[in-house]
T-cell receptor, first 115, second 114 residues
Framework: AQSVTQPDIHITVSEGASLELRCNYS??????LFWYVQSPGQGLQLLLK??????LVQGIKGFEAEFKRSQSSFNLRKPSVHWSDAAEYFC?????????????FGKGTRLSVIA | KAGVTQTPRYLIKTRGQQVTLSCSPI?????VSWYQQTPGQGLQFLFE???????NKGNFPGRFSGRQFSNSRSEMNVSTLELGDSALYLC?????????????FGPGTRLTVL
């Protein structure tokens, strides 16, 4: 069965520090992979997605993610966190036939940023 | 350009009732997807419509249904509401223009079942 695991429920980082959010997936074939951010009271916003090609994907707001097939991982990184990055982050997968539609989400990682 | 619009934003119903939620996609977008978000189950995919046809369906009971109209607007219906249906229902739209396309989410409809 398809699944997405985000091992960290809550992470706290200092402003200016680097960030890595982990995501592992289980899928029969290479899926499309997504990272979303959700701020309080707001809908989801797509940060980046991987569908093929270069395994290092650049996204919005200075985020990047690296697809590692051997580890079934798609970790999200940012070199320097800003206070406005505090939010909930979701990793998701979708089969290639679903195009841009993620079908399975992780439980999310809540990011807190301290001064 | 206006974003994805969902109505109503908040809804309170009682068990056994039915409810219809509406989603207006971004102008020109032909694909609409629906998701349920709850504290316990997280985000779950409900269904996806493209050009009035259901393309994908998540693992939800038949009480959950949807449709898409010729103008791409979509509705989802939940019949015989249960307490566990209380959730934030999110709608998303996209052009379906290929791999470089982006899906945009609406603010959601918060459904409370009493």
């Amino acid at each position: 069965a398809q699944s997405v695991t985000q091992p960290d429920i809550h992470i706290t980082v200092s402003e200016g520090a680097s960030l890595e959010l982990r995501c592992n997936y289980s899928y029969g074939a290479t899926p499309y992979l997504f990272w979303y951010v959700q701020s309080p009271g707001q809908g989801l916003q797509l940060l980046l997605k991987y569908f093929s090609g270069d395994t290092l994907v650049q996204g919005i707001k200075g985020f990047e993610a690296e697809f590692k097939r051997s580890q079934s991982s798609f970790n999200l990184r940012k070199p320097s966190v800003h206070w406005s990055d505090a939010a909930e982050y979701f990793c998701a997968v979708g089969p290639t036939y679903s195009g841009n539609t993620p079908l399975v989400f992780g439980k999310g990682t809540r990011l807190s940023v301290i001064a | 350009k206006a974003g994805v619009t969902q109505t109503p934003r908040y809804l309170i119903k009682t068990r056994g009732q039915q409810v219809t939620l509406s989603c207006s996609p971004i102008s020109g977008h032909r694909s609409v997807s629906w998701y349920q978000q709850t504290p316990g189950q997280g985000l779950q995919f409900l269904f996806e419509y493209f050009s009035e046809t259901q393309r994908n369906k998540g693992n939800f009971p038949g009480r959950f249904s949807g449709r898409q109209f010729s103008n791409s607007r979509s509705e989802m219906n939940v019949s015989t509401l249960e307490l566990g249906d209380s959730a934030l229902y999110l709608c998303a739209s996209s052009l379906m223009a290929g791999k470089t396309d982006t899906q945009y989410f609406g603010p959601g409809t918060r459904l409370t079942v009493l």
